[in-house]
């Protein structure tokens, strides 16, 4: 039978089980490191730092896990702050203007050849907030309470960007392709 | 402010959507992930915590045989009297500075094993 998270957790707590841990850490990786790689803007190796120190922060802090979200939700949660944290000690040690992915003009679409690529470069024309969204909500799968709960949004809000997302991304998708 | 059509095409929203889900399933290859991860997690806790959790049933045990003796075996129906004599006679053969150091160093026995029991060095969930 295969443990539940609750039933890993609850292993890593009470006796300090490494295996435990690791099954939890193997199982919500990827969702985790893809989020990041998102926010990052695709790098890879700075994502990845920030998934390690997000797995181990949940680690330090597993006994204060209530199980109020589920925990992939609540460790999406940690991957943004930590994204934010680190975000702004990068941009206070370099003094350099606020640099996002999703602020970064989308190529030309005459380039682009096919539909994915298409929307890929298309998600690259909304908001920073909108981008985090729709990933979240399409990619991720995540409910409207539980993206509300990660990024520490009001529902509404969460709600907006999402359907602003998903408008620019149809108007900006039907003017590249006018004739689908 | 962008235009946006008040009433999208149901087959269009669908198609929408099903491009922005196209890879919602596609997960990372762990790639070794999971393993550094394991590797750079805290010190293991210490195994070692229990100890004042048995401490303090078996002074109470000490302390009710204390009393079974002193009161000469009440409520057990057991004969105690010998335990009880030489007990006694310990007492007055011993000068009491002998007993109130014997306290005092029970006690700071005490201390020392919580101190050392509890040291926080070992606890998973201490900042490195």
């Known amino acids: 039978m295969i443990p539940s998270d609750p039933d890993l957790i609850k292993r890593t707590v009470d006796l300090d089980d490494r295996e435990s841990y690791g099954e939890l850490v193997r ?26 120190d997000t797995f181990i922060q949940a680690y330090r802090s597993l006994a204060r896990f209530r199980g109020g979200s589920s925990f992939a939700t609540w460790l999406l949660g940690i991957a943004h702050n930590h994204y934010r944290n680190s975000r702004r000690s990068r941009l206070r040690a370099a003094e350099e203007p606020q640099t996002d992915a999703a602020e970064e003009t989308a190529g030309s679409p005459t380039r682009v050849s096919d539909l994915r690529h298409d929307l890929d470069s298309a998600l690259l024309r909304l908001s920073p907030d ?5 990933h979240l909500f399409y990619r991720q799968g995540l409910s409207h309470p539980e993206m509300s709960a990660v990024l520490g949004w009001p529902l509404g809000t969460v709600k907006t960007h999402i359907a602003r997302g ?15 | 402010m962008e235009s946006e059509p008040l009433n999208p ?3 269009e929203e669908a198609r929408l959507d099903e491009w922005l889900r196209h890879d919602a399933a596609a997960s990372l290859p762990d790639d070794g992930f999971s393993s550094r991860v394991l590797g750079a997690l805290p010190a293991r806790r210490s195994r070692a915590p229990a100890g004042p ?13 204390a009393i079974v003796i002193a009161r000469g075996g009440a409520f057990t129906g057991l004969d105690v009297s010998p335990i009880s004599g030489l007990m006694t006679d310990l007492g007055s053969a011993l000068p009491e500075s002998t007993l109130g150091l014997a306290l005092v160093a029970v006690v700071a026995v005490l201390a020392v ?16």
Not at chain 1, 27 to 52: E, I, K, M, N, P
Not at chain 1, 166 to 180: E, G, M, T, Y
Not at chain 2, 119 to 126: A, G, L, M, T
């Open chain 1, 27 to 52: 199982r919500h990786q990827s969702a985790v490191r893809r989020f990041l790689r998102h926010l990052t803007g695709g790098d890879a190796a700075l994502a990845d730092d920030l998934a390690q």
């Open chain 1, 130 to 134: 909108e981008q985090t969204a729709v």
């Open chain 2, 53 to 65: 959790m048995w401490m303090l049933p078996a002074l109470g045990v000490v302390a009710g045989l």
């Open chain 1, 166 to 180: 998903k408008d620019k991304l149809r108007n900006i998708l039907a003017a590249w392709n006018p004739n689908p």
């Open chain 2, 9 to 11: 095409d149901p087959s």
């Open chain 2, 113 to 128: 094993s919580e101190l050392v029991w509890n040291s926080p060095e070992d606890s998973p969930f201490q900042e490195p």
